[in-house]
């Protein structure tokens, strides 16, 4: 996913002469080809995060559409001012890659895992805010993203993520994918927890119980057309997300369906309100927080029970 | 610290500006006047004699850019707006009022001339680094000003932008510093010392000039002179007395915002910058 957004990076470059590339201190021969073709257009500005996002606001003042790119945290948590103000207040087309969303940098710990990046973004005017699933879909969503009138958060999950969304889904930035009707359960999922609720919704299919599954890799603006009728018709709501439970996605459907009217039953999966204090693996802290596939089945059947 | 130059008298259009100031803050009951009396002379030989503008036009693409970083100075910049004909005089009385479109720091889309929304200190030089590198990169002529108060230059992310301008070697983007040597609370060097502020500027690679901020003769052959070197950014020192020209706020840190005046204080005030 990570090579692709910033392949795409280069190949909105070759088409548009607006995009350009500000990295702070990526990893060594980050875009080699894109600074050979258009030395230019690619700026690496070191370690200077609240810097490259005001640059980025000054250069898309005069019509450029810069392609930010450095560590999730840093983008969200360091220089939320300058994202605030430079960029939203002034409503400008720069895109900001979040490298490493949710627990992607689990050995790194608490400073580099971005585990409350999407209620950061997702609570400043006009931020678009993006989590999708796999490599392919983060292409489809890169094409789409040249024209966003409007700044957009990217979260970046990590190199070799199964792909599990398919092309002829396209992208619409705001919009959902109903990846599967169901009767009992509607599952909401953005970014990568769209293949482990597959899982769990297969899962629960064999015994029985009918999921269906609305993919949200836009978490702003909501897709509430495609979201609302569907929760209305389900016994059970379930968001997941790998995310806190405070501001992300489950808070996101909830307002949606809290402002449309009485809202039945809402199970929101999330990480629970904590500094995770252990390292290893993404897959481990997930299974931790009980938002790998089994855990996901697990936590609809306890709530389907006790409906 | 170089000296402090001995200012010159006010002459008549900076006596009106600074009448205006203070009309502006008695219609409102509050404003910060004391960033912007230091600020008064760099405004006006800014927009009088440096930026190239065009008041009925003020997006023209042509245009200088000129950022207030120091957003708090705001008053200052818009009795120049009005006084360029950017928007009515009129406007004035309506400063922090509900329904004005001039709020207590400058907002880019509502004020005609404001380029960047700034009061959040510390935003502007980086602003102004992507403008100046947009400009070389589209091979435009025009130039772009940043000012920013001493007290802002606390923030981090000024260093940060230095660092990046003198990179670039952005020979068309100046950083002005409004050295009144007070911040809100009080002497700059009591607060975080600033000194040696030039060296600091040279150190990040910027050419500097100092110049006293109020004699308008000299302000106007520092800014004649830019770039002060053209391979790399020019910082322009502006020494300044912070409330100039209203003999209780002269640096004195409690004339830093004001809200309303007293009938001896505008007793005051109206000897010291005379009849309109």
């Known amino acids: ?65 810069p392609y930010v790119n450095t560590i999730a945290t840093f983008i969200t948590r360091r220089c939320y001012e300058q994202v605030a103000i430079d960029l ?21 710990g608490p400073t580099h ?29 890169m094409e789409s993203s040249l024209d966003w009138k409007g700044p ?49 919704a297969d899962a629960l299919a064999a015994e029985g119980v009918s999921v269906g599954i609305l993919h949200m890799p836009t978490v702003k603006p909501l ?36 402002d449309a009217g009485p809202v039945g039953r809402v199970l929101r999966l999330g990480i629970k309100d904590a500094w995770t204090h252990n390292y290893g693996s993404q897959d481990a802290l997930l299974k931790d927080n009980g938002l790998d596939a089994q855990g996901i089945a697990h936590s609809v059947r306890q709530a389907l029970s006790a409906l | 610290m170089t000296a402090i130059p001995c200012s010159p008298e006010l002459d008549a259009r900076s006596l009106g500006l600074r009448r205006m100031v203070v009309d502006t803050l008695v219609a409102a009951g509050r404003g910060h006047l004391g960033p912007a009396m230091s600020l008064i002379e760099i405004v006006r030989v800014l927009y009088d004699d440096v930026l190239n503008l065009r008041p009925a036009e003020p997006k023209w693409p042509g245009r200088d850019r000129f950022i207030l970083s120091k957003g708090h100075g705001c008053l200052a910049q818009y009795v120049m707006l009005a006084d360029k004909g950017f928007f009515p005089a009129e406007a ?76 670039h070697g952005l020979s068309n983007l100046v950083a002005i510093i ?6 809100s609370y009080g002497p700059t060097e009591a607060v975080q010392g600033l000194e040696p502020l030039a060296d600091k500027w040279r150190a990040f690679g910027f050419a500097v000039v ?6 308008v003769a000299a302000l106007r052959r520092a800014f004649a002179a830019l770039p002060a070197d053209p391979t790399r950014p020019t910082c322009l020192i502006c020494h300044t007395v912070k409330g100039k020209g209203v003999p209780p706020a002269e640096h004195n840190a409690n004339w830093h915002h004001k809200n309303k005046l007293t009938e001896d204080e505008l007793s005051v005030i109206g000897e010291a910058l005379g009849a309109a």
Not at chain 1, 11 to 28: H, N
Not at chain 1, 88 to 108: E, K, Q, S, T, W
């Open chain 2, 92 to 167: 004035l009385k309506t400063f922090c009022k509900h329904d004005s479109f001039l709020g207590g720091h400058p907002e880019y889309g509502t004020i005609p001339g404001v380029e960047a929304s700034t009061g959040a200190l510390g935003h502007g030089l980086s602003i102004g680094v992507g403008l100046a590198l947009a400009a070389r990169m589209k091979g435009e002529t025009w130039r772009t000003f940043i000012a920013m108060g001493d007290g802002e230059t606390n923030e981090g992310s000024v260093w940060e932008a230095a660092m990046a301008a003198s990179k």
């Open chain 2, 178 to 183: 409004d050295y009144n040597k007070m911040q």
């Open chain 1, 1 to 65: 996913m990570r090579k692709v957004c910033l392949d795409q990076v280069h190949a909105l470059a070759r088409r548009d002469a607006r995009v350009l590339y500000i990295g702070s201190d990526p990893g060594a021969g980050t875009l080699d080809k894109m600074k050979a073709e258009f030395p230019d257009r690619f700026f690496v500005e070191g370690i200077a995060e609240q810097n490259v996002i005001g640059m980025a606001a000054g250069l898309a003042m005069e019509g450029f559409v």
């Open chain 1, 152 to 200: 957009i958060y990217i979260r970046l999950a990590k190199g070799g993520d199964p792909v599990v969304t398919k092309e002829e889904w396209g992208f619409t930035i705001g919009k959902a994918i109903a990846e599967r009707e169901g009767t009992d359960v509607l599952l909401v999922t953005t970014g990568v927890m769209l293949g482990r609720a597959q899982a769990a």
């Open chain 1, 113 to 141: 895992t971005a585990v409350e990046d999407l209620a950061i973004m997702r609570a400043l005017p006009g931020m678009a805010v993006v989590a999708v699933a796999d490599a392919t879909e983060m292409r489809r969503f």
């Open chain 1, 88 to 108: 939203c207040l002034h409503d400008l087309p720069v895109r900001l890659i979040g490298n490493g969303g949710g627990f992607v940098y689990a050995p790194l």
């Open chain 1, 223 to 258: 897709d509430t057309e495609s979201l609302l009728p569907r929760a209305a018709r389900a016994r059970l709501v379930v968001t997941a997300e790998e995310h806190t439970r405070i501001g992300g996605l489950g808070s996101a459907v909830l307002d949606a369906l809290a």
């Open chain 2, 210 to 215: 100092e110049v006293d901020g109020h004699d």
